[in-house]
């Protein structure tokens, strides 16, 4: 019978106040199942908007507070004399909504085999998306210790995530086989703020250094031919 719910349809799917054994045309279906659907159903507490730095889109009132940075290690292999190949992606959270906050200062520690690999003013930051870098920040700075320094920078770090690019020039006797890499060491990321906004440093709180290095390496086959002529 079309209008029939049978007992074996609905087996194993009880509840302490309710029997499915019998359910005809003329059943209360909905109010038979209610004690089952309220058994079953739950609220889960929003979640925390660290929970995904890279997408979360914050709206918490009140002054702006720089929360945290995080950092991706981009991988795959690059040539010799080579640019904008980048390196890193930086990741800067700040929740809130009044006052401004700016990065002021950022240290990038190289990390590769040999900094000598790397051009004269090869190292650049950009300001950019998720997915890429779009605008280079000032010029670009040459390692010096190991370091390459950007001072008196005046980005604008607004409510949510904002996306920062580290990208490499190598040099044009860089040497196949070494690797290209870095890391922004624990506070070496300086924040001027006003109206209210704060950070509380070090920024970052520890080391961002992914894993994954770029290898230096031919980009294209080298083919010879010996054959006589």
């Known amino acids: 019978d ?15 106040a309710t029997d499915f054994s019998v359910l005809g045309t ?28 890279d997408r979360v889109s914050y709206g918490t009132t009140g002054p702006l507070n720089v929360s945290g940075a995080t950092a991706f290690q981009v991988t795959g292999a690059v040539s010799i004399a080579s640019t904008n190949n980048d390196l890193t992606r930086l990741v800067v959270s700040c929740v809130g909504s009044s006052g401004t906050v700016t990065l002021t200062d950022l240290i990038y520690t190289y990390t590769g085999t040999n900094a000598a690999d790397i051009a004269a003013n090869g190292i650049t930051l950009w300001t950019g998306t998720f997915s890429a870098p779009v605008a280079q920040v000032g010029s670009g700075v040459s390692l010096s210790g190991g370091f ?48 209210g906004a704060t950070f509380t440093p070090p920024i970052p709180a520890a080391d961002l250094d992914p894993a994954g290095t770029r290898l230096i390496d031919y980009c294209q086959a080298v083919f010879t031919n010996d054959a006589c002529t």
């Open 2 to 16: 079309a209008g029939m719910i049978s007992g074996n349809a609905l087996a194993g799917i009880q509840s302490p």
């Open 26 to 53: 003329g059943s209360n279906f909905g109010a038979a199942v209610a004690p089952l659907t309220q058994n079953l159903t739950t609220t889960l507490p929003p979640l925390a908007a660290s929970t995904f730095p």
């Open 148 to 195: 390459a320094t950007f001072s008196g920078l005046t980005i604008n770090i607004p409510s949510g995530a904002t996306y920062l690019w580290i990208r490499a020039n190598t040099s044009a006797s860089a040497t196949i086989g070494n690797v290209i890499d870095g890391k922004v060491e624990t506070g070496n990321m300086s924040f001027a703020v006003s109206g």
